[in-house]
């Protein structure tokens, strides 16, 4: 069993220095990939980039504030960008979870403000 730390990027204090929401993991077995979610806040419609490429599926949920799943899908990046758009959701502050084929999870927290 490998034991998963996660760890905020805080170069520009847990945020990308654009607006976007980043998460690394750290799983001590391969190299460290990081998430980048943009923008933030945004109106429904977001972009997903991973810092390394990596051309395998990953499970993708969004949960709202009190914890009901309002997207899940199973996706793939090309050339290590993805557009996530949300259709039917309301202002407010959401939790995407990702889990990566190397057993990586991940949680960014985004606002969406209609």
């Not at 990308?16 to 998460?23: F, I, P, V």
């Not at 499970?59 to 259709?87: A, D, P, Q, R």
Request: charged share 20%; hydrophobic share 30%; aromatic share 10%.
């Amino acid at each position: 069993m490998v034991q998963t730390n996660i760890y905020y990027d805080l170069g520009c204090e847990g945020k990308s220095c654009d607006g976007g929401s980043r998460k690394t993991n750290k799983t001590g077995t391969s190299p460290e990939q990081q998430y980048m979610l943009f923008p933030n806040p945004n109106e429904g419609s977001m972009q997903l980039q991973q810092y390394y490429i990596d051309n395998s599926v990953v499970n993708i949920e969004i949960l709202n504030e009190t914890g009901m799943s309002v997207y899940k899908n199973e996706i793939l990046f090309n050339k290590g960008s993805t557009n996530i758009k949300l259709e039917n959701v309301s202002t407010g502050i959401y939790i995407l979870k990702l889990l990566d084929n190397n057993g990586g999870t991940y949680n960014l927290k985004f606002t969406v403000i209609k």
